[in-house]
């Protein structure tokens, strides 16, 4: 069964997190927000949705390849360690 997206509770009104399927106060202290949602504020809470980031992140930055050296730098190199 589908949980409503908000309920009221005795700390007001709070806003379900599609990610971790919990409960939070709908407010900007709990979640982003995001101007083109119908409440103006993400689905995500903001544990959620840092954790996916910093995840993110590190996924690239270990799938991330170093920048070739381009082959005139490295001609020159060459040129320098030939003379030497």
Same mark, same amino acid.
């Given at each position: 069964m589908e949980r409503p997206a908000y309920i009221e509770t005795d700390l007001g009104?709070? +806003?379900l997190c599609t990610r971790?399927? =919990?409960y939070w106060p709908a407010d900007e202290e709990f979640f982003y927000l995001a101007n083109k949602k119908r409440d103006g504020l993400h689905s995500w809470c903001k544990?959620? %949705?840092? =954790?996916? +980031?910093r995840?993110? %992140?590190?996924e690239r930055k270990r799938l991330s390849v170093p920048m070739p050296v381009p082959a005139l730098?490295? $001609?020159? $190199? @060459? #040129?320098? @360690? $030939?003379? #030497?």
């Open positions: 009104t709070e +806003k971790c399927d =919990e544990s959620c %949705y840092l =954790e996916w +980031k995840g993110r %992140y590190l730098v490295q $001609a020159a $190199a @060459s #040129a320098v @360690s $030939a003379h #030497a």
